[in-house]
């Protein structure tokens, strides 16, 4: 766990580090899940046996230097132990050495390459709602947890029944529990792959539970998950417009109660450059405030600029509800977007803003005219 | 790009582009569909050959007239290359050119109107609710995308570790990965089919991890949707309701912030003429806000109208819960409603509605009395 | 359509045509059901021919004199055109008619007699929440419909498709496009059969394809609903408590708003009698009142009834959280149920309530004791 | 029903029926399955026989144990008579007497052990969310059985008209009505086997209607759920933070309304000794107060011990988002969370909790800064 001894090394690390290798990472495990997969194919392995180990390699290389280049920018923040023994790190080093070990310990190498496909675990990190998933199963663990124990008893009970009822009528398929629950579980999922399927009248009935039983759990399934992905999505989005909220100046007149209620009602979203975010004539049902970045307002014979904390899209929502001009990003910009409906609710709540933006629009509209 | 010349043809244009041309689309996409399918049945084909491939022939000229029609008329405005460049442009000339393309192209007669299936996609832009569902999509979009990365992860790992287990015992079906893949979506999506199956009890063990996160992994994707569409028919249903709002004198006594409010509570519908609304004797459980159109109330002896802007129903909500007499339309109308519970809300928290509601109530009891 | 000339049969009309005959239809049409269940198993067909052809004619019999007597009761209200034209006579007239008309039209016995599974529609009138479940699938017509438009859209495309891909290898099973329908629609709602299974690599891309769209699709449909459900809910729930909480004079000192909030809060439960409402030493987690019926106290050594308006059930809520005495019916009842979350929200915002409801509580408590 | 007459006994008798009774029960009702799954695969069967039927023996045994002890304590507080009749008692004495009964009644020893299998059962009184589920399918008990109903009716009808299309092309499966219901239940849960397919083309049809009619049936069953498990999971957190939230003294200053309001807010988890709840330097979006335990904070040079009715991790919430230090339990604690969206709501709205939360903040700093 040393500091890195050279300046120039220190700046590679850096750099290798950043967004270009997550995207060379991403490169590197579809190039290396196409070669395992080009691997099984026979005539396709006949043909190019050697450019597809080669690239298997080229990969298994990336992910070592990407590996090493981890472990010692985390060394420089004193917490390479830290990094190894996290799940991100664990994985990385599986992922380094699994294929070595297996050819090293005599493993045929088709058979070894396989191990590969662990490198798709990879994109895991990069993936931006996988956090938000995994709060609504924590938050619901229970009630999902007993799902499964459900579920898992319905396994059981019925593929001891089954087997009761059918070993003796169809000893090869229904001859041992473990058969009967490979039944019960295709059947419970409502896959039923039909390569075992129970022929006496006892057993249809059983099978026939069993079947309304899967649609009955996993109905309790689905229907335990809604709540907690609505509250998982107003929390995240809170906690995105809470920090632009801020920075409109707009918004700065208001007393904290109502700016807590605005964060909730805005959305936020985020638009690279030249972007249309309003179409002329088109029917407005939202108004944006610039959190960050700068829009062109394409008006006849001119075009206008409108930088952080400004605001547009409110005069389709105070007079004819149709567009009066194109406006685009000019850069990469975060808006924060208000609904028709909580335009409506938020002006009758507070009048004086109502009046400042309508004097804002009757000026625009002025100014167009003139 | 010209503007047309003539005012005759102009008219013409306007007439076809309109609702006509519209339903007239909707038919000769029916009849194309039936024709593609009665192409492929022999014996159809072989008796009805010729009046197969001339309605095919009629649906395409059919269909260039409308591009030439919607072109034209997108050039009266100066937006031909708009429309061209469109989604809707695109399909409407992939429409007209794929099957003339294919049989300049040399392909087989019947292979090439098989590529009609296209004109199909003519119908979605009439159809209402897909903006709603696509908004919701778009909003979601980040979970969604999670939960189909973790179901892509599923497949891939699934496949993998099937291929490993299996293909040793089954080299017909588990010989490659690709093979797998097959095997993995038919069981990640409970479609089952049964043409492959694991045979290896470690296979099944596997098998069953995957039909398992298969409904997890449903599971998810359903429990994301409701938040969104229940944010969405508020909004659509607030965009509906806002604009009648202001159109019925009994809520002008309202201040901005109740308007809001109610235009929250009411539901709009539309209703043909002749339609009836009330029907005497049954239980009342809204009462009704006429935004546009007439209805007529068919009092014992004479026959009331009520306009725009008037109110009924609300007689069952106040008393016996009875409705009094049958209503119904006179022509297209659009009816605001407003439900039990929310009427009880709005006359607790507005005592002058009450009030005035109650005196109408009245009014209309010793009316029909006298 | 004449009005019933006799007292006597009017009397034996009315009594026919209420609670008894409904269950007697019930049972007449569980009779029926299994009577053609069995007239198509032949050793049970061979050994009760009679018993099962006279059961037959028998519910048969019960159904022409229950449509005869709604059509006498519906007379006498002068409606019996109504009757016969509403959905309910229409399924009435046809239980009536369908065997008998298939019968002397020369149609075989057993076949004939297959017609009377007509019958079990009978049974939905009397489903309590089919009336909720159409309101809630009217309110979403439209997204839904959308949703069967997308699921339509696929089916045609992915078979149109499969046609293309697989009639050259498989032309046994995909040979027509209705052939490949019958193989997309058994794929797209992941029924997956197994008898028409695509075998070409592209062949099977495209049944990828639509098993993860069916499942999106799917999805799409069961996040459309549970929005429209919850405001169903609360409307079903709020029209049964708000008459029953006028009855209740603890709510009659609160002001028509609080009504309206508190009516929200509550739901009823029917009980039969001698139904145990409160077992003694239970942790108590809500309040009751009684909206109808009688209540028995069983304290130490006395036996105290509470009738209508009365309240029990708020020492668990106020206290230690256990109850301290049995509680159950004396008759048919109908309780508000007031929960734990809701009884506090409810005291926090009316002082005076809480202190009523404690006083009340203090009372009893001193009674006990002594 | 006797009371226990040694003191010695007694206390064994309590020690036994505690928490590690129950944990004995759930490693008994394992290695009772374990053995009962050995029992039906003949290599195991052959090789360990003696061992397994001991194994069996042994569970049983202990079962029987457990029902003496579980009589016992009854017979102590004079309840023996209640729990024997109780579902619990029922299962346990059904578990202790089945294979006995089956055994002595001359069942073939395999065969009779297969009723150990009930003992599974044994496990549903632990599973902690089955009541909450429980709740909800009683609330939405009614909506729930309609679908039931309409699951039932399309099952029906489906077979009938699938019995009557296809009985004569295949006899052997769709032979009678039986035999059709069993295809119906399979294709109508989108199970679909594949061992009973329809051919006909009309019989195709009604098929694809069955199929179609499964989905949204279940789509239905599905979307009852959500406000139920909504309602429920709000109750229950309710119930477990109010408690809680009287033993801060933060919100005792607040009043009873808001105290409500707070409750509906927080979340309750429990936390074992030498759990981390916050990591250093990473972002903030919640807060803490102690219901119960301790917490350590790990400032730099010193250790900080907060005690019952603390609070901290405030500091990321109100300053730049990332927390300042580790802090995690010294033993069993209960916390509880506030989030970011609730925080600043609830400053929003009592100006004079924001103020002392400042307050305490600054005065952290300065701490940590000295």
Chains 1, 2, 3, 4 share one sequence.
Not at 320 to 339: C, P, Q, W, Y
Request: net charge positive; proline share 5%; charged share 15%.
């Amino acid at each position: 766990m040393t500091k890195p001894q050279h300046p120039a090394l220190a700046a590679f690390v850096t750099a290798l580090a950043g967004r270009n290798m997550t995207r060379a990472a991403y490169v590197a495990v579809a190039l290396g899940m196409s070669a395992t997969v080009l691997l099984t194919m026979d005539p396709a392995y006949e043909a190019g046996r050697r450019w597809i180990i080669a690239l298997l390699w080229g990969c298994l290389v990336f992910f070592v230097v990407e590996w090493a280049v981890r472990v010692q920018q985390a060394a420089r923040a004193y917490r390479a132990a830290a990094y190894l023994m996290s799940g991100r790190g664990l994985l990385d080093t599986l992922s380094v050495l699994a294929v070595p070990v297996a050819l090293a310990s005599g493993m045929e190498v088709r058979t070894a390459w396989l191990l590969a496909v662990i490198w798709v675990l990879k994109v895991i990190p990069g993936v931006p709602g996988l956090r938000q998933l995994r709060r609504v199963l924590v938050v619901e663990a229970r009630p999902l947890l007993s799902v499964l124990v459900l579920f898992l008893l319905v396994l059981l009970l019925g593929s001891v029944a089954e087997y009761a009822l059918e070993h003796d009528e169809q000893p090869a398929t229904f001859g041992t529990i473990p058969s009967a629950l490979w039944w019960a579980v295709a059947t419970l999922t409502t896959t039923g792959y039909g390569d075992v399927v129970p022929i006496t009248p006892l057993g249809r009935v059983v099978a026939a539970t069993v079947m309304i039983s899967g649609l009955g759990v996993f109905g309790l399934w689905t229907g335990i998950l809604p709540t907690a992905f609505a509250a998982e999505t107003r929390r995240d989005n809170f906690l995105k417009t809470w920090e632009s909220v801020s920075r409109v100046p707009f918004f700065a007149s208001l007393g904290p109660s109502t700016i807590a209620d605005v964060a909730q009602m805005l959305r936020t979203i985020d638009l690279p450059p030249r972007a249309t975010v309003i179409r002329k004539g088109e029917p407005g049902g939202c108004m944006y405030f610039i959190a960050s970045g700068e829009v062109e307002v394409d008006l006849p014979g001119k075009k206008v600029r409108l930088g952080e904390g400004a605001f547009f899209g409110e005069m389709a929502l105070l007079g004819n509800n149709l567009r009066s001009a194109d406006i685009s990003t000019t850069g990469l910009s975060k808006l924060l977007v208000l609904d028709l409906v909580d335009f409506r609710v938020l002006m009758a709540r507070h009048p004086d803003l109502a009046q400042s933006i309508d004097a804002e629009a009757k000026r625009r509209t002025m100014e167009n005219r003139t």
